[in-house]
């Protein structure tokens, strides 16, 4: 572009316009970066190898992009009256991955009362349900006694023979009708469960 009716001059010497060219200059922003056109000048005897645009070039513009949140530019002297930027549309893309119904049951069911400890990240918490989801043989679900697994039984045996432990010494206190209520309820759960199994 040929530029006419302007002079320039640098220390006192009159400079030689050749033309003139634009240039998009983008200014980086986590919001959203900022593109601006500036216009060049070259001259016939003046020769620069490099341009520098800091925040002197922001300041003169009204360019605020690093002590605010929100970008905006004013126009000439007037600072108080600021002008927002237009905010970029991005779109959001969804990917849907693929779940295992299964492991949304565990979820769902087995450790729907578990406390997980708020320290451990979002993908530390999905490996330890990975982790639980692959070895869930080795606990009982819901629809099995808390004793389902063989193997690792522990043998107890109650005995009312003679001599009696020094527990058993003591004089029998009377209970009420609800403790005891409650007492056969327990032992019937327990039964349940198959913590207490008959012998023989």
Do not use: W
């Not at 930027?85 to 949304?104: A, C, D, G, S």
């Not at 997980?116 to 009982?140: A, G, P």
Request: charged share 25%.
């Amino acid at each position: 572009m040929s530029i006419e009716g302007n002079k320039f001059s640098s220390a006192s010497q009159d400079m030689h316009q050749l033309g003139i060219f634009e240039e998009a200059i983008i200014s980086r922003h986590p919001a959203g970066s900022i593109t601006s056109k500036a216009e060049f000048v070259v001259m016939n005897n003046c020769i620069s190898q490099h341009f520098i645009l800091g925040n002197d070039y922001l300041n003169i513009y009204g360019i605020d992009i690093n002590k605010h949140k929100d970008r905006y530019f004013t126009i000439g002297e007037i600072k108080r009256q600021i002008f927002a930027f237009p905010l970029e549309k991005r779109e959001i893309t969804v990917i849907r991955q693929v779940k295992n119904v299964n492991k949304e049951i565990l979820v769902s069911d087995q450790l729907s009362e578990a406390q997980i400890s708020t320290k451990l990240e979002l993908e530390m918490k999905e490996e330890l349900i990975d982790i639980l989801f692959q070895y869930r043989e080795v606990y009982s679900s819901d629809n099995e006694p808390l004793a389902a697994i063989k193997g690792n039984e522990v043998d107890t045996i109650l005995s009312v023979e003679r001599p009696y432990p020094p527990v058993l010494r003591r004089s029998a206190y009377p209970a009420s009708g609800r403790a005891r209520e409650a007492l056969e309820s327990h032992i019937n759960e327990l039964m349940k469960l198959v913590f207490l199994r008959n012998v023989g």
